[in-house]
């Protein structure tokens, strides 16, 4: 079974920085497309950032580009979400998740797998 888990959240301030790890296990984890979903109070999940399996190419939502950076450690099965200059509005569950392919997708139900979350609160 994929497991995916998350660490690395917190609370910061407006302008700093937390960086958001994934470690995962039971895949051969290169193969496969890595991404982070944030879920804030009283709104949707929202894609926030993906990698590939083949690594190199990444997508962000708009509101992140520029602050956040996805990366990924094969040798180390860990996928990271970097984040600077945070905002209020970055506040939110961040979810670790992979799926059954090279590829990323914007849709939460086409990822397989996902972790339980991690909470991000940035204070204004």
């Known amino acids: 079974q994929v497991q995916l888990v998350e660490s690395g959240g917190g609370l910061v301030q407006a302008g700093g920085s937390l960086r958001l790890s994934c470690a995962t296990s039971?895949?051969?984890?290169?193969?496969?497309?890595m991404g982070w979903f944030r879920q804030a109070p009283g709104k949707e999940r929202e894609f926030v950032a993906s990698i590939r399996g083949s690594g190199g190419t990444t997508n962000y939502v708009d509101s992140v580009k520029g602050r956040f950076t996805i990366s990924r450690d094969n040798a180390q099965n860990t996928v990271y979400l970097q984040m600077n200059s945070l905002k209020a509005e970055d506040t939110a569950v961040y979810y670790c998740?992979?799926?059954?392919?090279?590829?990323?997708?914007?849709?939460?139900?086409?990822?397989?797998?996902w972790g339980q979350g991690t909470q991000v609160t940035v204070s204004s």
């Open positions: 998740v992979t799926r059954d392919s090279v590829y990323y997708t914007l849709r939460p139900k086409n990822w397989d797998y």
């Open positions: 039971g895949r051969t984890f290169s193969f496969y497309a």
